[in-house]
């Protein structure tokens, strides 16, 4: 039995890699959008669209490789009025993304689910508390033009990795939730399923 990260994540990745987790890697084509607009139409608690988003990912790709564990991944960002952001399209709407989380508070969730023969064995989320300091236009387009397109691919538009770190003045929680991977329970159960060794 194989690990599918049901992720195109860089970043998910690294991490998995970094750990000593042997995985392949199968993108999942799931319609993001659609689901959090009947989400959002259905008036359901926020905190816990990553999970589902994470699930459904898992669930494509298991469609197609019954015999192997998925992996799916998610994470949202939600600010202070609970709004949703998702991934920016464009360096503007990175731009506004982060005006709008400056000098505010905001909360990520990460979440993974796996799916073994079409029904979910584990499902983990965890939530940090972000605070964005209130930077300069001037720093905001020095960021954007060391750092777009690439923080395209990141929910809120930025990367902790890199210069996104000097965006925030606080950071309460877990570092790899933050990354978009709460790894810890992730290997827990990893290392349950035989996936890694014990």
């Not at 199968?26 to 139409?41: F, H, L, N």
């Not at 993304?97 to 965890?126: C, M, N, Q």
Request: charged share 20%; net charge negative; hydrophobic share 45%.
């Amino acid at each position: 039995m194989a690990l599918i990260l049901a992720s195109s994540s860089k970043i998910r990745s690294a991490l998995l890699t970094a750990a000593g987790v042997t995985f392949a890697i199968q993108t999942a084509e799931v319609d993001e959008t659609a689901i959090k607009e009947k989400w959002q139409a259905e008036k359901r608690d926020n905190s816990q669209l990553a999970l589902t988003l994470a699930e459904a990912k898992a669930q494509a790709v298991a469609d197609h490789y019954p015999d192997d564990l998925v992996l799916g991944c998610d994470s949202t960002v939600m600010t202070e009025e609970g709004a949703l952001l998702s991934k920016p399209v464009s360096r503007q709407d990175a731009a506004d993304h982060l005006r709008l989380l400056a000098g505010k508070s905001h909360i990520l969730t990460s979440a993974v689910a796996i799916i073994e023969k079409g029904k979910t064995v584990f499902r983990h989320h965890d939530s940090a508390t972000l605070t964005m300091r209130d930077f300069s236009d001037s720093f905001l387009s020095h960021y954007l033009d060391q750092e777009w397109p690439e923080i395209g691919y990141c929910v809120g538009g930025y990367r902790l990795e890199g210069l996104g770190i000097q965006l925030f003045e606080a950071i309460q929680g877990d570092h790899f939730t933050i990354m978009g991977l709460p790894l810890l329970p992730l290997l827990a159960y990893l290392r349950k399923a035989s996936i890694v060794e014990a």
